[in-house]
């Protein structure tokens, strides 16, 4: 057997933040399914088209003269109209390859993407063991968590049971992927080359506007494991930078510590950021963090308003997001806030009250992104159920474009206060004062320079 696994390409609006932050990260989730294969003798690739900054018609010309069996192709939701396309082109190039979908979107909803033709199989939530079965010759009857077609109907197996050790996983192959493609978003990183690595899956919060794709009930890799998978990138591929892609990192603070203390002791020298949520943090363990060489973390903050912070159930106070914000700045840890704009009960004040916020805790960077309902999440069922949502074109759920009418603030409102709110932030002349005293090398006076012109643009 030979099998294929597809990344789509990423297209930022020109005008979005995103399409002048966003780094080139690699498919995690394709990797570990490529080792599954590997381990059971199976020949895999894995064609990176959005590293490549390819177009879904470039595999066409990939599959010339070659031969594969199975066709796997991951997609979230803004990523679905490509990730049909290579699917007709995986179709008309290779008509005999079975074809599978999986990640986030098919996995939320799989009629719809076994609606198309060209698509035989959908492998929902965590596919390793699935695909395994699958490929491996498996009746689709027997395989949990896999969706199909059976004279013209749609069947869909009962859900496959989270991973409970990730340690069993085999690492990512990350010899099928081009690692020196790879760099963070702009901000995110003081080293290259750099990749990105997870440590659990999985997150214990409930906002509305998460689908919680892994689960709220946290998975963690031991540290020996993940220090293991770091000393052979560091060894076999001189990586110098980690973007840890946990949905939360910090959860269960005394494994983090624990993991922490193991990269210093194994003198890894990684600088390396990651994800947190506010309320699971403490001095301790960022103490442990930046000496272990955490040089950013990430906070999901969405609002000033505490009205707002309820609705999409936070379940954090403004005064604990001031406390741990201090307590960052104090170890020494440089701090990336979101915010989200247009969220339910979004006003012209409540907007202001986000800026506001914003401009008091003073991070090093800030991120605005206007409020986009996926599919999956109770802020999606929200929204549709009062008939809020503008459209179901899924390449318009970027974080940039507006796709909710929403009674309480208009479009332009938020277009406009998207704009004012970035000026408004990074263009205070004792922030950009604080930016040019602070840089140190090469990299940072290019990653200061991207950021101003970006901003210019915004």
């Not at 896999?146 to 690492?171: A, C, M, T, V, Y």
Request: charged letters at 25%; glycine letters at 6%.
């Amino acid at each position: 057997m030979k099998v294929l696994l597809v990344n789509p390409p990423w297209r930022n609006k020109p005008k979005s933040l995103w399409s002048g932050i966003s780094g080139v990260l690699p498919p995690l989730g394709l990797g570990y399914l490529a080792s599954m294969l590997l381990n059971k003798g199976i020949d895999v690739q894995i064609l990176d088209l959005n590293a490549h900054q390819q177009q879904p018609e470039a595999l066409a010309d990939f599959l010339q003269d070659k031969k594969f069996d199975w066709i796997g192709i991951t997609a979230t939701t803004n990523l679905v109209p490509a990730a049909k396309k290579l699917a007709q082109l995986a179709r008309q190039q290779m008509p005999s390859a079975k074809i599978i979908l999986g990640g986030v979107h098919p996995t939320i909803l799989p009629e719809e993407v076994l609606s198309w033709p060209e698509v035989d199989f959908v492998i929902r939530g965590e596919g390793e063991q699935s695909i395994v079965d699958l490929i491996a010759g498996k009746t689709p009857e027997s395989i949990k968590g896999l969706s199909w077609k059976k004279d013209g109907q749609l069947i869909h197996n009962p859900d496959r049971e989270f991973i409970p050790d990730l340690d069993q996983l085999p690492f990512p192959a990350w010899h099928l992927l081009p690692i020196k493609k790879y760099v963070p978003a702009l901000g995110g990183y003081r080293k290259l080359p750099a990749v990105s690595l997870i440590t659990s899956r999985g997150c214990s919060g409930s906002c509305t506007y998460c689908n919680n794709f892994f689960g709220q009930r946290v998975r963690k890799r031991s540290a020996e494991n993940a220090v293991a998978e770091m000393k052979m990138l560091v060894k076999d591929y001189g990586i110098r930078e980690i973007y840890f892609y946990d949905d939360s990192f910090t959860e269960f603070p005394s494994k983090v510590i624990e993991l922490c203390k193991k990269m210093t002791a194994e003198k890894l020298n990684l600088s390396w950021s990651c994800f947190a949520r506010v309320n699971i943090v403490n001095e301790d363990l960022l103490r442990a963090m930046k000496q272990a060489g955490c040089h950013h973390i990430s906070y999901g903050i969405e609002s000033g308003s505490p009205e707002l912070l309820e609705c999409i159930d936070k379940k954090v106070s403004l005064g604990k997001i001031r406390e741990t914000v201090a307590l960052t700045k104090k170890v020494g840890i440089d701090l990336l806030l979101g915010f989200m704009l247009g969220l339910p009960g979004e006003t012209a004040a409540t907007m202001e009250q986000s800026l506001k916020f914003g401009l008091e805790l003073d991070p090093d960077m800030i991120i605005f992104d206007i409020t986009t309902p996926f599919p999956g999440t109770r802020l999606y069922q929200w929204a549709d159920q009062h008939g809020y949502l503008k459209t179901k074109k899924w390449d318009e759920y970027d974080l940039y474009t507006m796709v909710m009418n929403l009674p309480t603030v208009s479009e332009q409102e938020v277009r406009d206060f998207y704009s004012r709110a970035y000026r408004a932030f990074y263009f205070r002349a004792g922030y950009l004062r604080k930016r040019l005293l602070r840089m140190r090398t090469w990299l940072d006076f290019k990653q200061n320079l991207q950021a101003f012109l970006l901003m210019l643009k915004v």
